[in-house]
């Protein structure tokens, strides 16, 4: 069953209905028709989308930065560590004593030199990032 309905259009909508409605095949009633379901199935599903996808591809972006700084800091420590157990030696049971305690002297050094770049702002990984692209620059340019 169909309804009848009455509406009112300002004289540009009008004009553009009835330029519309003149080609082969269309006609008023169903431009209108076709216009109004359109909107009616697309008014709460986008304009939740409209609302948050400026958001969400923002969140997106930020989250491949995080990965990437992740990947980057993940491989340094990696490469820290075979390195340090690459040179270090074994020790006698006699010297484990002496090392112990400079190796908590050597991390509280450590921990304070974190904790006053986090206090400053300022970045180690950053620093070694930026150590690398220099290096490779160096190295290109010498070729």
Do not use: W
Not at 67 to 96: K, M, W
Not at 115 to 126: K, L, Q, T, Y
């Amino acid at each position: 069953m169909k309804s009848r309905h009455s509406l009112y259009l300002d004289d540009a909508l009008n004009k553009r209905l009835d330029e519309l409605a003149s080609k082969p095949g269309a006609s008023r009633s169903a431009i209108v028709r076709d216009a109004v379901s359109a909107y009616l199935a697309r008014q709460g599903a986008s304009e939740l989308e409209i609302a948050f996808r400026e958001r969400l591809d923002r969140m997106s972006g930020q989250l491949n930065r995080i990965e990437h700084i992740q990947n980057i800091t993940l491989e340094c420590v990696a490469l820290f560590v075979r390195y340090q157990l690459g040179l270090s030696p074994q020790l006698a049971p006699a010297d484990q004593r002496v090392v112990q305690a400079l190796g908590k002297e050597r991390f509280q050094s450590f921990v304070a030199q974190v904790r006053a770049r986090i206090a400053d702002g300022r970045s180690a990984s950053a620093e070694v990032i930026d150590r690398a692209v220099e290096s490779a620059a160096y190295r290109e340019a010498a070729e």
